[in-house]
């Protein structure tokens, strides 16, 4: 994002976005009711939602099989760090 502006434009518009919190508050509900295998993959470095508030929302999850934090990565760890969020992608797609 810091060498595309229209990447950081993306970004800024989706955090813009989130006016109304209903959705946000209804989140812990909502994870609770999936049903699927979930890997969560996040940014160690990530201000806008920090890995200490993140990791203990997979406990949120019924079927949550690991958390996973990317070092140098921050919001978007697949965009910045594609490679090593394959790894643990691919890992967990295969079992």
Do not use: N
């Not at 989130?18 to 994870?31: A, G, N």
């Not at 920090?50 to 990565?73: H, K, L, N, S, Y």
């Amino acid at each position: 994002m810091i060498h595309s502006a229209r990447r950081a434009e993306g970004l800024r518009e989706y955090l813009v976005g989130l006016r109304d919190w209903t959705v946000v508050d209804l989140m812990r509900q909502w994870h609770g009711e999936m049903r699927l295998p979930l890997l969560m993959i996040w940014g160690e470095d990530d201000p806008t939602f920090p890995v200490e508030t993140a990791r203990p929302m997979a406990a949120q999850f019924p079927d949550c099989r690991g958390f996973v934090t990317i070092p140098r990565t921050k919001l978007l760890p697949h965009e910045e760090q594609p490679d090593a969020v394959a790894r643990p992608l691919l890992e967990f797609l295969a079992a």
